[in-house]
């Protein structure tokens, strides 16, 4: 490696641990409003300035303790976001790969159907979709929230760009051994898309994890309530309760950085291979 190459190098690391701090900050400061008194906050709202004395753990001692409904809210986050996240990786992958690889009549325009569908906004079908769920006695019921968004046009067309770039020669060599198709993408090709799926699994979840508008429509019972929506019922009109809100906000973004450390190897090239082939 040159002089020059080993210069470039550390001018772009250094460039990008500066954005990284700076993206840093925003929850920096919400990490120290979460240990501050609500008084404190009201005073001088978001700040980066450091108080030891004004620092405490009361936030989060009610929140653990006599919050119990913070508790219900995120275990319904939890199951919601694991089975809509499990349900739209099992089924856009198979429509992904079914896109790729069998020929048949109606493939290309099928597939242009679903680069239409990732260009209609979501706010546009929430009506037919509210009265297929209703039809459907969805309405205030976790499957209500998971069901209507269990395949994904965007994962499909993910799906389908890293199974293009797949050699078929596994698959040829499947069916020789005698396996069937269903065998085939689940022994042969799942473990070849792994990144693929590690990929999309974090932009799923977070995605899923954060959704408001469909599960607020949806879910009628405070005790099915997911955190987005149960953090924004602290705010009302007659009085907010922020110090609560910030801790609980907090407490929200450990499953996300949890998820995304455990499949972080897999993301970018799963981004990055997935988006030029085909």
């Known amino acids: 490696m040159t002089y020059t190459d080993k210069l470039q190098r550390g001018v772009l690391f250094v460039v990008f641990v500066i954005l990284a701090v700076v993206a840093l900050f925003p929850f920096y400061a919400l990490l120290l409003a979460s240990f501050k008194p609500p008084t404190e906050l009201l005073r001088y709202g978001l700040n980066l300035k450091l108080q030891i004395d004004l620092l405490s753990f009361k936030n989060y001692l009610y929140l653990f303790m006599g919050g119990k409904v913070y508790f219900t809210w995120y275990a319904n986050s939890l199951l919601i976001t ?3 996240t499990l349900l739209t990786l099992l089924l856009s992958s198979l429509v992904g790969y079914g896109l790729a690889v069998y020929q048949f009549k109606g493939r290309n325009l099928t597939f242009l159907l679903v680069l239409f569908v990732m260009m209609v906004p979501v706010e546009i079908i929430m009506l037919p979709l509210y009265k297929m769920s209703i039809a459907l006695k969805l309405i205030d019921s976790y499957w209500g929230v998971v069901i209507p968004f269990a395949v994904s046009p965007f994962a499909v067309f993910f799906f389908r760009q890293f199974a293009v770039g797949i050699p078929k020669d596994f698959l040829d060599a499947g069916r020789i051994d ?12 799942a473990p070849l898309m792994a990144p693929a799926f590690g990929a999309m699994a974090i932009l799923q979840a977070l995605h899923h994890w954060n959704n408001f508008i469909w599960p607020l429509i949806v879910l009628r019972t405070d005790t099915k309530f997911t955190l987005p929506i149960g953090l924004s019922s602290l705010l009302t009109p007659y009085g907010n309760n922020y ?4 801790s609980g906000c907090i407490m929200s973004v450990l499953p996300l950085l949890i998820l995304f450390i455990a499949f972080q190897r897999y993301f970018i090239s799963g981004l990055t291979v997935g988006g030029v082939k085909g």
């Open 82 to 84: 694991f089975l809509a």
């Open 243 to 246: 110090s609560i809100l910030l």
């Open 178 to 189: 005698g396996c069937t198709e269903y065998g085939i993408f689940f022994k042969i090709m």
